[in-house]
């Protein structure tokens, strides 16, 4: 158990539809996170959050924003959904925001766009 | 970031030690190597990382080469639960641009009986 908590676990929602994403870090993690993992494009960087402000933004797409909350806990939302987009969400934390801290990932949102 | 090329896939018998490989012959000074596993549809798990010295924990040992331009993981004795998807990661020490962990396309190993 790596201590990061991700809900829900499987998500199935329609096309053109919004749906948020929850991540809750292991205690004392300042720094969050988020990876979306499809089958053709493998484990894409989204975006990275260290207590509260935005660190790092990697691939992500500008119907997709996240925040990061005072108490630490993030939330990844998804708006306008396509199919493509049906992919394994995974949020991180680590205790900084740089290297060589290692990240620890929960187990994942399993986003399914009909 | 400097980039890494892994071979695609690799077997190890059950009880022999698995050694994967990592070319990263643009690692510059301050580059760290990570490396990370997954194992089917789970998070990825971290595993070890080091910057020039060999590091050992109970997971795996680290060997990096003198010019630091490769690098080998070793899982001492390879069980079956050591089957996954093995990523090997370079990423600065510091930066003010954050850091987002590049993961490409790794070794799968399997592990047999």
């Known amino acids: 158990d790596s201590g990061v908590t991700q809900t829900p676990k499987h998500l199935i929602t329609a096309t053109g539809q919004r749906v948020t994403l929850r991540c809750s870090p292991r205690?004392?993690?300042?720094?969050v996170y988020w990876y979306q993992q499809s089958l053709d494009q493998g484990l894409q960087f989204l975006i990275q959050y260290y207590n509260g402000e935005e660190r790092a933004k990697g691939n992500i797409l500008e119907r997709f924003s996240a925040q990061q909350f005072p108490d630490l806990h993030s939330e990844l939302n998804l708006s306008s959904l396509e199919l493509g987009d049906s992919a394994l969400y995974f949020c991180?934390?680590?205790?900084?925001?740089?290297?060589?801290?290692?990240?620890?990932f929960g187990n994942g949102t399993r986003l399914t766009v009909t | 970031d400097a980039k890494t090329t892994q071979p695609p896939s690799m077997d190890c018998a059950e009880g022999r030690a698995a050694n994967l490989p990592c070319n990263h012959s643009t690692i510059s000074g301050n580059e760290y190597v990570y490396w990370y596993r997954q194992i089917h549809s789970q998070g990825p798990q971290y595993i070890i990382h080091?910057?020039?010295n060999n590091e050992t924990n109970e997971m795996a040992s680290l060997i990096i080469t003198e010019d630091r331009k490769s690098s080998t993981l070793i899982l001492p004795h390879a069980t079956l639960r050591d089957t996954a998807v093995y990523y090997c990661?370079?990423?600065?020490?510091?930066?003010?641009?954050?850091?987002?962990?590049?993961f490409g396309k790794g070794t799968s190993l399997l592990v047999t009986p």
């Open positions: 991180a934390s680590s205790v900084a925001g740089t290297g060589p801290s290692p990240l620890h």
């Open positions: 205690s004392g993690d300042l720094s």
């Open positions: 990661i370079v990423s600065p020490l510091n930066s003010n641009s954050g850091y987002a962990l590049n």
């Open positions: 080091g910057l020039k």
